[in-house]
């Protein structure tokens, strides 16, 4: 529960607040960018308080994904319809599942919808609104682990629905040791028709993309639109593993067609079209190149 007695001196007056525990994930202000923002000191606050009841839903949506409990003011009463909307469609056929987890730092995680079974996008947390409206989804048949700092609670995930989950065998941990399909080395990798897992080793080993039908790109920690550079990033600071395979890394992007960007931190981004995307990608190298 979010700490009146911690709450940040830059929130807007009114009931609803951000404490100190807040830790810059973002996912605040992009579920209800009226609402909130981020201070000279990188935490997120309440610029203004909800007013009318589509931006009072979105705070309260926000209060609930929140991985920290940092954010405290909501009626109960909106708390409680915030819980049952996630996942929220992104596209007719991608939902973002909202409830992000401490364990992965905030990151964003998305569920696929597909007659062949669900594929879940790195991991939410286990919250049991999520968990009962993925089930009335059909559940998930495979869960596609980005990179090793976003699984959070993928056991849990396989315990209730029995997914595959997939991920790169550079990047197993002592948590993930029994991960059932561990990919091996830089190739890409057809796991169905629709589904491509492309390796991108740079923020870590491991890190892997998913291209979904050749239009949207789960780019993990790999790649992400920068609200603050206003374009697609990467940052060197957060390369765990190495810069210099990073680049490579996004180098070969250039050889697939896709128009959106889901990554686990970071803005989500479409592009105009995939030539657009790819002018996108060409201009991000240059910069990376430079540094």
């Known amino acids: 529960m979010a700490d009146p007695a911690r709450r940040l001196p830059e929130n807007a007056p009114g009931e609803l607040f951000v404490d100190a525990t807040c830790i810059d994930c973002d996912t605040c202000r992009q579920i209800a960018p009226e609402v909130f923002a981020r201070t000279r000191s990188e935490l997120s606050f309440v610029k203004r308080q909800p007013e009318g009841a589509r931006v009072t839903h979105r705070a309260a949506m926000a209060l609930v994904a929140c991985p920290t ?140 993309a998913l291209l979904f039908r050749d239009e949207l790109l789960f780019t993990g920690d790999h790649l992400w639109f920068s609200a603050t550079h206003g374009r697609l990033h990467a940052s060197r600071s957060v390369c765990w593993y190495s810069w210099r395979e990073q680049i490579r890394s996004m180098e070969r992007l250039l050889d697939f067609r896709f128009e959106c960007v889901l990554p686990g931190h970071g803005r989500r981004f479409r592009a105009t079209s995939a030539a657009a995307m790819r002018t996108e990608l060409t201009r991000l190298l240059t910069v990376m190149r430079r540094h």
């Open 69 to 208: 409990a940092s954010i405290g003011g909501a009626p109960k009463s909106a708390a409680r319809a915030a819980a049952h909307s996630f996942p929220e469609s992104i596209t007719r056929k991608v939902l973002y599942c909202g409830y992000a987890s401490l364990d992965s730092y905030g990151a964003s995680s998305y569920l696929i919808l597909r007659p062949a079974g669900n594929v879940l996008v790195d991991s939410p947390r286990t919250a049991s609104p999520l968990l009962d409206r993925i089930a009335e989804l059909g559940g998930v048949s495979r869960m596609f682990l980005s990179h090793a700092d976003d699984v959070a609670d993928h056991s849990a995930f396989r315990r209730r629905f029995g997914c595959e989950r997939i991920l790169h065998a550079a990047d197993e941990r002592a948590g993930t040791r029994d991960v059932e399909y561990k990919l091996i080395g830089n190739d890409p990798v057809r796991l169905d028709d629709d589904l491509l897992a492309i390796p991108v080793p740079g923020h870590t080993r491991g890190s892997t």
